[in-house]
């Protein structure tokens, strides 16, 4: 799941990932493959 909102921001960001274990201890988690592209989508809910 994906969090998405509209803050007024700088030119430059800076932007992260995190975890959150609703329950219990948590975990490990390791991301893989991750790409950020400063690209538009038409609908944020299907990533296109």
Do not use: C, W
């Amino acid at each position: 799941m994906m969090r998405y909102f509209h803050l007024p921001a700088e030119r430059v960001v800076k932007v992260g990932l995190l975890a959150q274990a609703p329950v219990g201890d948590g975990g490990v988690r390791v991301y893989g493959h991750l790409s950020i592209r400063p690209v538009t989508v038409k609908n944020i809910r299907a990533g296109k």
